[in-house]
């Protein structure tokens, strides 16, 4: 007999061959890491790995194809994905205001658009802000939320947000949620989950923005009036976002709103008012924004390259689980904002959640030495 037994094919030859160039660019970079600080290689081996520029999709992934995004943990974005939604083709700051004249909703109120956001309290310390929520009619609460888009307000007046994370869509705003799809079923089919733990509405101007944070969700988020501006960053970059233990607060009313506007007070939650040792409600909160990346940055924040996307009315963001991530927000020729996400469960077992408690102990050990 002739011929040889089991040669590999020219495929696989060439793919050994396109490897080992790879392995062979990279190997420079890795070897001048010899020695380097454990956390410090961790967050630049992955940098040289992985772009910081989003993956997009001109149309929606297979369930297989979504799985591998989850698997790596890694962020893409469809553009148009929900350009043929009934809340993409008809919602307008009319629509809304029509179709919940009669409704009553619940508005998170902040000075500054900084809800549930680091903040710095009268003693000069860093406090965990929640807003002051309250239940206002809705048109009433549109109104104020375009006339203050529009500057038809005093600057220094409160800003109001419709950001419930309460499953909301399904509850407080039922009557809207025909006009959405139920579920993603490319998620529902490779996340084995029959329904979104929750699908949220959100409503607002330019003025209110997202502090850097993270979700334990999968996280699947659909824009539909306006542009959400996203700054993500990956779970291994704990220790560029200079997490602290922060006291909780909440804004209140001193005075009833009709009277005036602008009074709003940051108070301690009670339980923490007498306690010095950051309180045992404290709230593990990153500090450090990276668009103000001098500000609060630890020795670990210059290694930190953002991953910045742009959503438009109809396109859909895939957020995995325990991404850092800031949103700031921009308006439609209606002068409102309204994107709606769907919130799956994350799956605890796999290296993901205990590689990710590492990091924050290894950082935590750094600091101690």
């Given at each position: 007999m002739t011929g040889r037994i089991d040669s590999p094919s020219?495929?696989?030859?060439?793919?050994?061959?396109?490897?080992k160039s790879l392995v062979s660019r990279r190997k420079p970079k890795m070897a001048a890491l010899h020695g380097a600080d454990p956390i410090t290689e961790l967050i630049t081996i992955y940098n040289e790995l992985n772009s910081h520029i989003i993956i997009e999709l001109d149309e929606e992934p297979s369930p297989l194809e979504f799985m591998r995004f989850v698997a790596k943990n890694t962020p893409f974005v469809v553009r148009g994905a929900a350009a043929d939604w009934k809340a993409t083709r008809t919602w307008t700051s009319g629509f809304l205001k029509s179709h919940l004249a009669d409704e009553t909703v619940n508005v998170a109120v902040t000075p500054a658009g900084n809800a549930d956001a680091p903040t710095t309290y009268k003693d000069g310390s860093l406090v965990f802000a929640k807003p002051w929520e309250e239940d206002q009619p809705f048109p009433d609460?549109?109104?104020?939320?375009?006339?203050?888009?529009?500057?038809e307000t005093e600057n220094s007046e409160e800003i109001r947000y419709a950001q419930t994370?309460?499953?909301?869509?399904?509850?407080?705003?039922?009557?809207?949620?025909?006009?959405?799809?139920?579920?993603?079923?490319?998620?529902?089919?490779?996340?084995?989950?029959?329904?979104?733990?929750?699908?949220?509405?959100?409503?607002?101007?330019?003025?209110?923005?997202?502090?850097?944070?993270?979700d334990n969700y999968e996280n699947l988020y659909v824009q539909v009036l306006g542009q959400k501006h996203f700054v993500l960053l990956p779970p291994h970059c704990q220790p560029c976002v200079n997490e602290q233990a922060l006291r909780p607060a909440q804004y209140h009313r001193t005075q009833p709103r009709e009277q005036n506007d602008?009074?709003?007070?940051?108070?301690?939650?009670?339980?923490?008012?007498?306690?010095?040792?950051?309180?045992?409600?404290?709230?593990?909160?990153?500090?450090?924004d990276p668009d103000r990346p001098l500000e609060n940055a630890t020795a670990y924040s210059?290694?930190?390259?953002?991953?910045?996307?742009?959503?438009?009315?109809?396109?859909?963001?895939?957020?995995?689980?325990?991404?850092?991530?800031?949103?700031?927000?921009?308006?439609?020729?209606?002068?409102?904002?309204?994107?709606?996400?769907y919130w799956y469960d994350m799956d605890f077992a796999g290296p993901l959640y205990p590689l990710s408690n590492f990091v924050r102990a290894a950082n935590a050990s750094s600091h101690n030495k």
């Open positions: 020219d495929s696989s030859i060439n793919f050994a061959t396109s490897l609460f549109l109104d104020y939320v375009i006339r203050q888009e529009k500057r994370q309460n499953d909301n869509l399904r509850n407080e705003y039922a009557s809207l949620f025909s006009h959405v799809q139920q579920d993603i079923p490319f998620a529902r089919i490779a996340l084995e989950q029959e329904s979104p733990d929750a699908i949220n509405l959100w409503i607002g101007n330019s003025h209110s923005v997202t502090a850097l944070h993270k602008d009074a709003l007070e940051l108070r301690l939650d009670v339980n923490d008012v007498n306690d010095d040792s950051g309180g045992n409600g404290a709230v593990p909160f990153a500090t450090w210059h290694l930190a390259e953002p991953v910045r996307v742009t959503l438009w009315p109809g396109d859909m963001l895939y957020l995995p689980c325990m991404w850092y991530h800031k949103v700031s927000q921009s308006c439609s020729p209606d002068d409102i904002c309204v994107a709606v996400n």
